[in-house]
């Protein structure tokens, strides 16, 4: 594949609903015949853990995230809670499963495919992912930590990577 058709992500937050964005742009630059690859570095790393499953929505970090009902009669599905809940709320014990609860019910209900079947398919299209060292080794992971399939590699190491493409991404 050319340098010119060539794509680069750098994913640095490792939320829940921060983990969407560099799978679907990884996996619709694959379907437009780009080679991607991600870089996952600080708390993008636990986008490539094996386990997944404990990642939270978090709505302190994002107060413009709008927040309507997945379920119940139409006119309360149509409100837009997220301007009228003050951040104080977001503090309390499990506002985050609640939240994180709500987000999977309404993407299940418009058809969005799950973190991990996401994951699994930019893999299955050889997306590369690149974890950072020196991340890896300041949170004190173990290379076993993580799904099969990835590369580890120093921010050096990545830049050469990116130097060859003309697209970049940060997230």
């Avoid at 992971?141 to 590699?153: C, L, P, S, V």
Wanted: with cysteine; net charge negative; glycine share 6%.
């Amino acid at each position: 594949m050319s340098d010119s058709n060539k794509m680069t992500i750098i994913a640095t937050k490792g939320t829940f609903d921060w983990a969407f964005p560099p799978f679907i742009i990884a996996s619709t630059g694959i379907a437009m015949n780009k080679e991607v690859s991600i870089f996952f570095t600080f708390y993008g790393l636990n986008l490539l853990l094996k386990d997944i499953s404990k990642l939270k929505v978090t709505p302190i970090g994002n107060p413009s995230m709008p927040m309507k009902m997945p379920f119940g009669p139409k006119w309360l599905q149509n409100i837009d809670f997220g301007p009228k809940i003050p951040n104080f709320i977001w503090n309390i014990p499990f506002a985050d499963t609640m939240v994180t609860y709500l987000m999977k019910k309404t993407m299940h209900k418009h058809g969005i495919a799950k973190l991990e079947d996401l994951r699994a398919m930019c893999q299955e299209f050889e997306v590369k992912f690149i974890a950072c060292d020196m991340t890896v080794d300041l949170f004190g992971y173990n290379k076993e930590d993580f799904i099969d399939g990835i590369e580890f590699a120093g921010a050096a190491s990545y830049f050469d990577e990116a130097a060859s493409g003309n697209h970049h991404l940060y997230m």
